[in-house]
């Protein structure tokens, strides 16, 4: 950015919709015989739900969490399919899958009384899911027939019924539930003859036998690493959102001083302390600690003190040139996400759900700067 003497954070993220659409041909490339549904809940992991769908327009489908989001997208005129994974919870929203034309993911047995006792116009598109170890949404295997075969009895849903799962442990590569998953999910649906969907972004990579008909990525799309080990980067994925802010205040701080709430730092000499404009209020991580790593001026220098809602600190002592005004990157280009997440005891998919609405979100095709 230009240098000027603004002592005003110009707090945003920009959003390379061009790095968006390279993540979703890694994701092509890794499952060339699937479907894609993109999961675009939680306002596209908060890269904008509305941006990334039409921007994503070579995928076959979305996922969202609740009928809500489902809903603004179709009325946004997205027209391909969009499952909804936590399915309907009312008979009101059993009507609004069937007037949306949405997917329903049907979890557990009282959706089915719900479905049975509404009156629909038009039969519902469902995906049973399965619970093959997660313990969380899904019907257990053992009732899988016979849920299948009432729910394709009751005239209320297109058949043949589609058979998903879900993956506790996908990022672990050491880890033997996927394996135990993958063949109780196999067993389960035995002779059952609809499609199939079991991987998010790190079965997709990391298991690729199951990847079927249809995958669902998610973090790996917005260019978050997908294991609990590795680099993005390494994967071929690129980050799509930069958070950025801009220096508002540089000050000497001397050794016996101490820097923010707390006075949790203290230098152990004289320090050049940059504040930037951005803080827990806006998305930033409170719990990063000391040392989180923040670009300023193109260099990297450490986080110091306690985060505040509009601000932080970072000791940029070894660091050349730097003005108030000059641009700070919290995460994104030259800075993984993922760097931020571990020094912040969390993972990107939280940072990136976090960023307020306060936060300008700036949407670019290419990654040449703003
Ligand atoms: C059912 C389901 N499928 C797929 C995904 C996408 O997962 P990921 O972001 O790890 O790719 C999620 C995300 O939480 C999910 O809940």
Request: hydrophobic share 40%; glycine share 8%.
């Amino acid at each position: 950015m230009t240098h000027s003497t603004t002592v005003f954070a110009h707090t945003h993220a920009i959003i390379d919709l061009a790095a968006l659409k390279h993540n979703a041909d890694i994701v092509r490339q890794s499952a060339p015989n699937s479907k894609i549904m993109a999961v675009i809940k939680a306002d596209a992991y908060g890269h904008g739900m509305l941006e990334v769908a039409n921007a994503l327009s070579s995928v076959d489908g979305y996922a969202v969490a609740r009928v809500h989001e489902a809903i603004s997208l179709r009325e946004a005129g997205i027209k391909k399919p969009i499952l909804v994974l936590m399915g309907f919870a009312t008979s009101d929203e059993v009507s609004m899958f069937s007037r949306h034309d949405l997917d329903a993911v049907i979890h557990n047995e009282h959706q089915l009384e719900l479905l049975n006792s509404s009156v629909i116009a038009q039969p519902i598109s469902v995906w049973l899911k399965i619970n093959t170890g997660m313990n969380r949404l899904g019907v257990d295997a053992p009732e899988v027939r016979r849920l299948n075969d009432i729910m394709a009895l009751s005239g209320k849903v297109r058949l043949p019924i589609k058979l998903m799962t879900h993956l506790a442990c996908a990022d672990d590569m050491n880890s033997n539930m996927t394996e135990a998953q993958i063949q109780l999910f196999d067993q389960s649906v035995d002779g059952l003859v609809g499609e199939q969907s079991i991987t998010n972004s790190a079965g997709i990579i990391g298991w690729k036998y199951a990847q079927r008909q249809w995958v669902r990525p998610g973090i790996m799309l917005y260019g978050g690493n997908p294991f609990s080990s590795g680099k993005a980067e390494e994967l071929g994925l690129k980050p799509v959102m930069t958070l950025k802010s801009n220096v508002v205040s540089l000050r000497s701080v001397k050794k016996g001083q101490s820097v923010g709430y707390g006075a949790s730092w203290a230098p152990n000499r004289t320090s050049l302390i940059a504040t930037i404009g951005i803080g827990y209020g806006d998305g930033y991580p409170r719990h990063a600690a000391h040392g989180t790593p923040v670009v300023i001026g193109g260099q990297k220098a450490p986080l110091v003190g306690r985060v505040s809602m509009d601000s932080i600190n970072v000791d940029v002592s070894q660091c050349r040139n730097i003005s108030i005004g000059d641009e700070a990157i919290l995460w994104g280009e030259g800075l993984p996400i993922d760097d931020v997440a571990e020094n912040s005891e969390t993972i990107s998919y939280e940072l990136m759900c976090g960023i307020t609405e306060r936060v300008n979100r700036r949407y670019q095709e290419s990654d040449n700067g703003e």
